[in-house]
């Protein structure tokens, strides 16, 4: 199986920062990486897929980076409703598999 | 806009049989992969396999021998069976709709199963 890694597993940010979280894989992956957001008792709702474009409806301060087996998720301007768990997904072999996420706090 | 809706029992005892279904609205089933992903209280997601609307399969190698998904497109629905079930089963199963065989871009709200006699 593809290790996805992600760092840090939490962050502390304000309003306004700007947030970089990292996914690493264990082998290269291409550009099959997709990134999600989910908050608590609900379902993940997807962000970015193939690496870097957005999902129709997700706001454009969300953009994704990367390619092989680096890939960065960035949050431009962090708003109150972005405080969440973040995954990334990789789709390159079976099975899909994904970060242990990245929980992003309020400072 | 597409929805899906788990369904099934929330309680099943140590050694049976889960089974889950996913009903789809707002949209076909045909021509899209149906996928089943489950969360233990606290973790991170764990995939657990697809099935296509022609009702070709994938399943997670960890769970391969225990899984059997299927799908009924008259009714729109798709299902997870997975037998002989422990404690380690317990999570919340949720299925969503796959892009191709890449990104899942519709989810369904998610279903506790608890196993435990």
């Known amino acids: 199986d593809i290790q996805m890694t992600q760092s840090p597993s939490s962050l502390s940010a304000s309003v306004r920062d700007r947030v970089t979280i990292t996914c690493r894989a264990s082998?290269?992956?291409?550009?099959?990486l997709n990134w999600y957001q989910q908050k608590p008792g609900k379902a993940p709702k997807l962000l970015i897929y193939?690496?870097?474009s957005l999902q129709s409806g997700v706001p454009s301060r969300f953009s994704g980076s990367g390619s092989g087996t680096d890939f960065t998720l960035t949050i431009s301007s962090l708003q109150p409703e972005d405080f969440a768990t973040y995954y990334c997904?990789?789709?390159?072999?079976?099975?899909?598999?994904f970060g242990q996420g990245t929980k992003l706090e309020i400072k | 806009q597409v929805q899906l809706q788990e369904s099934g029992p929330g309680l099943v005892k140590p050694s049976e049989t889960l089974f889950l279904t996913c009903t789809v609205s707002?949209?076909?089933?045909?021509?899209?992969?149906w996928n089943w992903i489950r969360q233990p209280a606290g973790k991170g997601l764990e995939w657990i396999g697809r099935?296509?609307?022609?009702?070709?399969?994938n399943y997670s190698p960890s769970l391969k021998s225990r899984v059997t998904m299927s799908v009924d497109t008259s009714k729109n629905q798709f299902s997870l069976k997975l037998s002989s079930v422990t404690a380690a089963d317990t999570a919340v199963y949720y299925c969503?709709?796959?892009?191709?065989?890449?990104?899942?871009?519709?989810w369904g709200q998610g279903t506790l199963v608890t196993v435990s006699s």
């Open positions: 969503a709709r796959g892009r191709g065989l890449d990104y899942f871009d519709y």
């Open positions: 707002g949209g076909s089933i045909s021509e899209y992969y």
């Open positions: 099935i296509y609307s022609s009702g070709s399969t």
């Open positions: 082998q290269s992956i291409a550009n099959y």
């Open positions: 193939a690496a870097s």
């Open positions: 997904q990789q789709s390159f072999s079976i099975p899909d598999t």
